[in-house]
């Protein structure tokens, strides 16, 4: 088993080059299937899910092509629009199939989606959606049915704010007949990534980054080329990481407009922040100011942010509080970071934070992405050794975490567990 050793490091210093937004990314292979011709993804970051999506590519008959950050997808010979529930299970986005392959095939057999584990993560506004376009929905043990002899524009407003289910009802809605309006949409950044996209292969969305969205649905979608937006979440982690002990980090090839709440936060906590047209600089103080973080969906802070800014505020002198508005259980990384003396108490969907008491290494385990950042920003800072297993679920958002935190300073290291020091370690997993 593999798992990160983390030591004691000093002011880190340095530049970050930012790959391609995974969340983005995911949404954009999926929207790519709409396609009557080949499409050219560039950016596109080599990490877990985007190897999921290249096992399920493979059974549906999506040619999937990766060089380097370069995806050349040919949708031209896909013959099935079932996918393995235990695929879909690996990851979150494997969602976005159902609506990429429903207008094209009529009926999609798909497991429920899997990703990070925050207790409840429910996926009825995309049924919502599907439904109002005049599909059916039927639910079994480990997947869903989506059928549809034809899909017809509608209206539908979203319950509540969510990014994956407005990206989704825009693939359904993209070749359906007439007008499709979505009301009460996400506004974030891969939303509009993906209109782009799809837009730029002839699909007709007006208004994505608004709340409101209208689709003209078209019958035939052209191939092209199109460039993902960077990692918003894996950006302000490293800013962050400049705060940990009074650095200077330089995020580069960022959009700094996705990253404004954040930004605002790292000011308000009294880091300096330097804006340019492609990066960020980030400058650590050496002393933080306590603060209180709720999160809420883009443009306010954002609940992928939470984690590492959790460790962070461990820094910071004083109470701090820190709300989860999107997911209020998405907390798993509180009795990790626990485990290295953070005094950090739990109340409903707050974490109550006691900043400015030395930590000490030990070992921890990641339960999901921002969780695993989280404890290596907490572990820059605790004294000795920490040790981080989970590691694949930082894998599954990070492309080459390791190497970037060693860029700018940090020490770092992926390391190999036998069997018995695992036996020994099983323990921590509470
Ligand atoms: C692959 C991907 O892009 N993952 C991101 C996506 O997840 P995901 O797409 O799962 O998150 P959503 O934006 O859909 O969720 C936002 C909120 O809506 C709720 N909700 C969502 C769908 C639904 O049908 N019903 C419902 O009630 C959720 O419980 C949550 O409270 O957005 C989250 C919120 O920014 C991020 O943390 C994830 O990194
Ligand atoms: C929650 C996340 O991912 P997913 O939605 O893929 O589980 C994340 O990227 O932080």
Request: with cysteine.
């Given at each position: ?238 800013l962050?990481?400049a705060g ?12 700094p407009?996705?990253l404004d709440?954040c930004l605002s936060k790292l000011e308000e906590?009294?880091m300096h922040i330097e804006r340019?047209?492609?990066?960020v600089t980030a400058l ?147």
């Amino acid at each position: 088993m593999k798992y990160i050793q983390v030591d004691y490091s000093g002011p880190l210093n340095g530049t970050v080059r930012i790959p391609g937004s995974k969340n983005s990314s995911l949404a954009l292979l999926a929207a790519a299937c709409l396609a009557d011709d080949i499409v050219t993804l560039n950016g596109i970051p080599r990490i877990e899910d985007i190897r999921m999506i290249t096992a399920i590519s493979q059974d549906i008959g999506l040619s999937m092509e990766q060089n380097g950050g370069q995806v050349v997808l040919d949708p031209r010979w896909i013959h099935s629009a079932v996918i393995d529930p235990s695929k879909a299970a690996g990851f979150r986005a494997s969602y976005y199939f159902a609506g990429a392959l429903l207008s094209k095939f009529g009926s999609v057999t798909i497991g429920f989606p899997g990703g990070d584990d925050f207790v409840s993560r429910p996926i009825d506004q995309h049924f919502k959606a599907f439904q109002a376009l005049g599909a059916e929905v039927k639910l079994f043990d480990d997947h869903f049915v989506v059928e549809a002899a034809e899909l017809k524009g509608a209206d539908i407003y979203f319950d509540t704010i969510t990014s994956g289910a407005t990206i989704n009802a825009m693939l359904a809605a993209v070749r359906a007949n007439g007008r499709t309006v979505l009301r009460n949409a996400a506004v974030d950044p891969e939303v509009v990534d993906t209109a782009v996209l799809l837009n730029r292969l002839g699909a007709r969305i007006y208004g994505a980054g608004t709340p409101q969205i209208r689709i003209e649905g078209v019958p035939y979608l052209q191939g092209g080329t199109h460039a993902v937006i960077p990692d918003r979440l894996i950006a302000g982690a490293f800013l962050m990481a400049a705060g940990i002990h009074g650095g200077q980090v330089t995020v580069q090839d960022v959009i700094p407009e996705h990253l404004d709440a954040c930004l605002s936060k790292l000011e308000e906590i009294g880091m300096h922040i330097e804006r340019g047209e492609q990066h960020v600089t980030a400058l650590g103080t050496g002393s933080l100011r306590a603060t209180r973080v709720r999160t809420g969906m883009y443009p306010n802070f954002a609940t992928d942010l939470q984690q590492p800014m959790t460790a962070l505020l461990l820094q910071a002198r004083g109470k701090s509080i820190i709300t989860d508005r999107v997911f209020p259980k998405r907390f798993a990384h509180v009795p990790q970071l626990r485990r290295l003396g953070a005094q950090i108490e739990l109340r409903r969907e707050s974490a109550f934070i006691r900043g400015g008491v030395p930590l000490q290494g030990g070992w921890v385990h990641a339960s999901d992405v921002r969780a695993g950042i989280s404890l290596v920003l907490a572990g820059l800072a605790a004294e000795g050794s920490t040790y981080i297993t989970g590691v694949e679920h930082v894998e599954r958002g990070y492309e080459d975490a390791i190497a970037n935190f060693r860029d700018i300073g940090a020490s770092l290291s992926m390391r190999e567990l036998d069997a018995c020091g695992m036996a020994d370690r099983m323990s921590m997993r509470t």
